[in-house]
């Protein structure tokens, strides 16, 4: 059986918000799909990112999210270092 390889990929997601609709949710929808398959870095406005550390503190499915540097994330499998 052929293991599928898990992808580094980065997404640029301005509107990007776990709590709120429309297309901020939509974003968040995205990246949370993807980072189920593949480790990711999103850009995201820095204005969400009070939002988006509550989220990934509350989240109980595996994957670790890390803010890096001004409104990045990366998510990476759990027990694993960035």
Known sequence: MRVPCRLKVLISAYA???????ELG??????????????LSVMVAEYHRADIEAAVAAESRPGVCKLLGSGAINRVPAGQEC
């Open 16 to 22: 990007c918000n776990p709590y709120k609709g429309s």
């Open 26 to 39: 939509v974003g968040w929808g995205w990246v949370n799909a993807i980072a189920e398959h593949h480790d």
